[in-house]
């Protein structure tokens, strides 16, 4: 059986090699902290960790470089892409009964995936650079794009100890231990969400077909595949089109949860076979046709001798001034840490995450949904807060 699956990633705690940080007031820094790891859930859910490139009983047939390609995916040691806009999560506001989505045609990143590790940084045009913009204390219909200075990105990674995620915009680090060490829980927000922003990453390595980061996929011959998912069932698919031995089109079919026909298109660069530099997503359903984009603009593939125990904040932090928050998430509650290293519970509740908890895989799918809604409503609810509390500072200058 051949897998399109990442490596389960083992833990150690890494020395993350922090400067000093001095405090905020709890309420404001907290709120700022939610933000970091609310604002951007993409909308595929599932949490698969498993044997990447461990491939299996392949068919005694001839594959070409695309099949082989899919049927053990290289390991990622960085990559420079762009995702068309439309795959950005949408912004809404129950309360003004508005909503946005990303006016920019492409969303800008750049990441790398490794056995221990992975980082995903958010360049420009992501959802998180965006905000309602607000005229007299009331919510309008304009979005203002705030784009961050070089090396005040947000990023979100992981280490072979922590997941974590880091907003130099803003002074904020979140971390969480990661599985088997102390204080691992499968609550931690910030597992939650890095586990999402890993799955941007998985489907480059799927070749852009987000229903096989979690399948099964066995090359039936040389141009029919099947592929079981847990949160999809069974996958089966055919090459359509290709161009000497470059597949141009596939097509296949997905029943679960809804019933639709994918249809992927490829293009290639002059300089580089595999993989191709364009991957188009076309999903034909009941609800309506939607084409979704992922082109590759730079793609180094292999181990990186550099971070065999993944990454850390400390390959990505050039500041040298301190940071201005440091929460810690461990066994389901987050925790403020102080200069001198001690953490204290923090007051404000955090959200549920109770759901995640549960002893069916296929319960999960379900549960992270719930979560993720409520992620992007509360990062919608702190915009909203930052936002008013910044005309009110007005008003009484």
């Known amino acids: ?26 309420y404001r820094a907290v709120l700022l902290a939610i933000l970091a ?41 960085y990559v420079r892409f762009r995702r068309s806009g439309n795959q950005e999560p949408e912004m809404d506001y129950p309360e003004y009964g508005k909503s946005f989505v990303v006016p920019s045609p492409w969303a800008h990143y750049d990441g790398a995936l490794q056995p221990k590790g992975f980082f995903l940084r958010h360049l420009a045009y992501t959802s998180r650079y965006y905000r309602a913009k607000w005229s007299d204390n009331r919510l309008s219909d304009e979005l203002v794009y705030e784009p961050p200075r070089p090396g005040e990105e947000w990023i979100i990674g992981a280490s072979t100890g922590y997941w974590w995620q880091l907003d130099d915009r803003e ?21 939650i969400i890095a586990k999402y922003q890993k799955q941007i990453l998985e489907v480059l390595q799927c070749l ?20 079981t998912s847990w949160q999809h069932g069974k996958i089966e698919g055919a ?7 470059l597949v141009e089109e596939l097509e296949y079919q997905v029943t679960r949860p809804a019933k639709r026909r994918v249809v992927m298109r490829y293009a290639y660069s002059p300089q580089m076979r595999m993989p191709p530099v364009e991957m188009v997503r076309t999903v034909v359903a009941d609800s ?21 125990q993944g990454f850390t904040v400390r390959d990505f932090r050039r ?19 102080n200069q001198e290293g001690t953490l204290t519970r923090t007051t404000e509740t955090p959200p549920d995450f109770s759901a995640l908890a549960r002893p069916s895989r296929f319960r999960a799918i379900s549960g992270v949904a719930s979560v993720t ?7 919608v609810l702190v915009g909203i807060w930052r936002a008013r509390n910044k005309n009110s500072q007005k008003q009484k200058n």
């Open 1 to 26: 059986m051949i897998r399109c699956q990442p490596q389960q990633i083992s833990a150690r705690v890494p020395n993350l090699g922090l400067v000093p940080w001095e405090p905020w007031p709890s």
């Open 37 to 77: 790891w609310a604002m951007l859930l993409p909308a595929t859910a599932g949490e698969t960790e498993t044997a990447a490139g461990g491939g299996g009983d392949v068919p005694d047939v001839e594959l070409g470089p695309f099949q082989r390609f899919l049927a053990d995916p290289p390991w990622i040691k």
């Open 171 to 191: 002074g904020v680090l979140v971390i969480a231990p990661r599985e088997p060490e102390p204080g691992h829980s499968v609550t931690n927000g910030v597992e």
């Open 208 to 227: 852009g077909m987000p229903e096989l980061v979690d399948a099964e996929v066995e090359w039936l011959d040389a141009t029919r595949f099947q592929a």
């Open 239 to 245: 090459i359509s089109r290709r161009r000497a031995d």
């Open 288 to 308: 309506g046709t939607r084409s979704f984009t992922n082109i590759l603009d730079r793609w180094e593939e292999g181990l990186d001798p550099q971070h065999p």
């Open 319 to 337: 500041k040298t001034e301190p940071l201005q928050f440091f929460l810690v998430w461990s066994n389901g509650v987050r925790y403020k840490m």
């Open 373 to 379: 809604g409520g992620l992007v409503l509360l990062g």
